[in-house]
């Protein structure tokens, strides 16, 4: 298994960007499969921020996460984010999240950022499990979640 920059595997951007769509549309309803596959393009530059990852084996993508300046409109003044943490649904339920979060954060640290926040509706325990800690209840279009944060 390896992690690997969406910027080295743009073949991937169109699989991932439906991933996203169907898995958060509902927090982001003002948003298409369009802007979706857009965002996800704006992390292919290279760099740590913004930027987006993908958890590979034997050529199979599994999951992806990235780090980004913002994700949640209701919070402009907290950055960077980790966001978009998916594992390809017949792969959950084998450390495969935290795998690519470890490795993700790591990177994130090795380029010099100190701290990161997310959002979650349902994902608590593992974040806490990498060292992040809840700072808020809030609502994204209606959804309760809870954001977090932690420092690197």
Not at 28 to 33: K, R, S, V, W
Not at 61 to 69: C, D, E, K, W
Request: net charge negative; hydrophobic share 45%.
């Amino acid at each position: 298994m390896h992690i690997a920059h969406l910027k080295d595997h743009p073949e991937y951007l169109l699989t991932i960007a439906a991933w996203h769509f169907n898995e958060w549309r509902l927090l982001y309803p003002q948003d298409t499969l369009d802007s979706f596959t857009a965002d996800l393009e704006s992390t292919m530059a290279g760099g740590i921020l913004p930027s987006t990852w993908l958890l590979m084996a034997d050529g199979e993508l599994l999951g992806t996460a990235s780090i980004l300046q913002q994700d949640l409109d209701s919070h402009p003044q907290l950055s960077p984010w980790l966001a978009n943490v998916y594992i390809r649904a017949d792969q959950r339920g084998r450390g495969l999240g935290r795998y690519l979060l470890e490795g993700v954060l790591q990177r994130a640290r090795d380029a010099g950022l100190t701290s990161l926040y997310l959002f979650t509706e349902d994902q608590m325990a593992l974040y806490r499990r990498l060292g992040f800690h809840i700072t808020e209840q809030n609502l994204c279009h209606g959804r309760p979640v809870v954001i977090m944060a932690a420092s690197l």
